[in-house]
């Protein structure tokens, strides 16, 4: 007997091995039509799948509206689409066919090289395919058998990625529609017809398994939705992506560079960039010391050895520089991160209960060899500067710092005006390899860290997910919200046993009774790396800027010659009020500064002439509301103080965000 149990409490009962359609259709006819796919103890399958014979499952049914099922939609037609590009173009070797968040991609190795003008030809048979409503059947084989079946089909990378990837596997399941079959662990929709709107997006080169010296693959980029109506929306919205790019208007506004003699991923920051980097900087600086920190300084390069003690290497060696070699048979890692260094600066000294908690703080540049093709402009670099600190306490002194830590990160992400967040909690997963130290610290530091998170009542805050904590502890990461809906992981506090422990670096400090005890470690970064942060800050604003972070503040514009001299006298007095200004004495109409000012997303422009030399004022112009008319010039300086000051955050009326679920999925192999 099955015990089924519904979302709402209720339980269902079968005597016999059933499908999830089947236990859809208990419920009810219309949920059996409408049904896309289900859940069991929170995997989603497909409604072909059976259910256990016997005992009690979690149960519930997808439908259109469920976002889980736009999802196991965008894989579905992600089969489509390789399915219509084989019958366009011949010996095409399939790769991996996952989603992703916003649409799906699918790696192809094949001769003929794949453009935008191919989209129309492919997305016609795309349609011809769906309009079939052929049914995606799921088949099992052994492992033999998938093997041959594979090899029968032509499929080189597959046959390779059973013997290698999939070794530790008995049977291997397939999904088979018309003429195409694939091998793939699911799940699919029913059949083609349940999907709904979609759109080729681009194509870009790929390599087989993400290895630079495999063989080099096409990977064709697509979306779908249920209708056309979130499709049409979630394409302006990728328009409107485009337009606030941040490698684009960085070029554009002056703010950041790149070059090729410097090296990939390396960003050179020009003077409006830096000054933007600099606030943010003195801004931070700021708050450290109001809430204890000490500023320490560390260098670029540490030895191996050090490393090795930290567990960050090798742990993470594919993502670092390789090792410096010197003569002396010394070897240097260019530096991965912080926390060592900040290790051995608390380790420099004996250290007392009366001490604790020590703060150390610095704005720390790291370096990770990241592949090539996962740069990406400021969001995905090689070297980067981490708001960085690291905190070493007494056990009871772990809850009020790690709040601490969570309250300042949100503290400054208020001041940037990101506000939308959710807090993710990364926990261990007990069958992983890749975390260091005993099972109890582990336990003790995840039930620490939840038990604060609760007491702050943190927004969207969501059940711990396993596997996502740092190798060394628990963490709490801000994953924030932009104008357009998307998400980045920005700032972090972790919690951690381990480095501190007798098996790593054996921190000490001595206690109220005479003996040494062990310090509790956490790592914060609130804004993350600068890099990350100003590249999506950037995104978020279009690059109109806040007042208070804005590169340039203000500008002046004589409307003429004759008035240049009164508007360098305004020009001098915003520079001694500590605002950042500039004055366009060209010999342009006045409409055409106030234009080009516009353009350079400046905050606040002072237009001046006659009346406003005669009475010692100034026209103001707001980047926003526009006309403000004339102001005293000291009320005007006033008023842009003020809100420097107050840090105050205005924007334009913010894009309606369309539905983009549907993020990855575990359906490839």
Request: charged letters at 25%; proline letters at 6%; one cysteine or more.
């Amino acid at each position: 007997m099955l015990r089924i149990r519904l979302p709402d409490g209720k339980v269902l009962e079968s005597k016999g091995q059933i499908t999830v359609a089947e236990a859809a259709r208990m419920i009810g006819p219309k949920l059996a039509k409408d049904a896309l796919a289900g859940e069991v103890d929170g995997k989603v399958i497909g409604v072909d799948y059976l259910l256990p014979a016997d005992g009690e499952v979690a149960f519930r049914v997808f439908t259109q509206k469920d976002p889980q099922a736009l999802g196991v939609m965008r894989h579905s037609c992600a089969h489509v689409m390789a399915r219509a590009v084989m019958r366009l173009f011949p010996d095409v070797q399939l790769a991996f066919g996952p989603t992703i968040e916003g649409g799906f991609y699918y790696d192809m190795g094949l001769a003929h090289s794949i453009t935008e003008d191919d989209f129309p030809r492919i997305e016609e048979e795309m349609r011809k395919i769906v309009g079939q409503d052929e049914p995606f059947e799921r088949f099992v084989e052994p492992r033999e058998r998938a093997l041959a079946l594979c090899d029968q089909m032509h499929q080189p990378l597959k046959v390779e990625h059973i013997g290698d990837g999939l070794k530790d596997e008995r049977t291997l399941s397939f999904y088979r529609q018309g003429e195409f079959v694939d091998l793939c662990r699911g799940p699919h929709v029913p059949s083609a017809g349940r999907i709904g709107a979609f759109k080729l997006l681009s194509v870009a080169g790929a390599y087989w398994k993400g290895d630079q010296k495999r063989q080099q693959l096409q990977r064709l980029y697509g979306t779908a939705f249920f209708t056309q109506q979130d499709l049409e929306a979630h394409l302006h919205q990728l328009e409107e992506a485009k337009r606030r790019d941040h490698r684009v208007l960085g070029k554009q506004l002056e703010l950041f560079t790149t070059s090729p003699l410097v090296g990939s991923g390396l960003i050179l920051w020009l003077p409006k960039g830096a000054m933007i980097r600099a606030t943010l900087e003195t801004f931070v600086r700021e708050e450290l010391v109001k809430r204890g920190y000490e500023p320490v300084y560390t260098p670029h390069i540490g030895r191996v050895e050090m490393y090795e003690t930290s567990g960050h290497f090798p742990y993470y060696s594919d993502s670092q520089f390789a090792p410096i070699e010197m003569e002396e048979g010394e070897r240097y890692l260019l530096k991965p991160m912080n926390c060592p260094h900040h290790i051995m600066i608390y380790q420099s000294k004996g250290r007392s209960y009366r001490e604790l908690p020590v703060r150390l703080a610095e704005f720390g540049t790291v370096y990770r060899y990241e592949k090539s093709g996962q740069l990406g402009g400021m969001t995905r670099v090689r070297g980067f500067t981490q708001d960085d600190a690291h905190l070493f306490c007494t056990p009871e002194q772990v809850a009020d710092e790690f709040r601490g830590c969570l309250e300042m990160t949100q503290m400054m992400l208020k001041a940037v005006g990101m506000d939308d967040y959710r807090v993710r909690l990364g926990f261990r997963d007990p069958a992983s390899d890749k975390y260091v130290g005993r099972r109890e610290l582990w336990d003790r530091a995840e039930a620490e860290l939840e038990d604060v998170c609760k007491t702050m009542n943190l927004p969207n805050m969501e059940k711990p997910v396993r596997g996502e904590a740092a190798f060394y502890g628990p963490k709490a990461d801000f994953l924030v919200t932009d104008c357009l809906g998307r998400e980045w992981q920005l700032g972090t506090v972790q919690l951690d046993y381990n480095l501190p422990s007798e098996e790593r670096f054996g921190l000490e400090y001595i206690g109220a009774d005479n003996a040494p005890h062990r310090p509790v470690m956490i790592h914060r970064a609130p804004l993350g790396s600068l890099e990350r942060f100003i590249g999506v800050l950037i995104e978020h604003f279009a690059g109109a800027f806040p007042l208070w972070l804005a590169p340039e503040q203000v500008r002046v514009l004589p409307v003429s010659e004759k008035f240049t001299t009164y508007g360098t006298h305004v020009t001098e007095q915003l520079r001694a009020a500590g605002l950042r200004v500039t004055v366009d004495v060209r010999p342009e109409k006045i409409g055409a500064k106030i234009r080009d000012a516009q353009l350079a997303h400046v905050p606040y422009m002072f237009v001046v002439g006659a009346r406003e030399m005669e009475g010692g004022s100034v026209s103001v112009r707001d980047r926003i509301d526009g006309d403000l008319g004339a102001m005293p010039l000291v009320a005007a300086i006033d008023k842009l103080k003020a809100e420097v000051a107050a840090r105050t955050v205005r924007q334009k009326v913010k894009m309606s965000r369309p539905q983009i679920g549907g993020g990855t999925a575990e359906n490839e192999y």
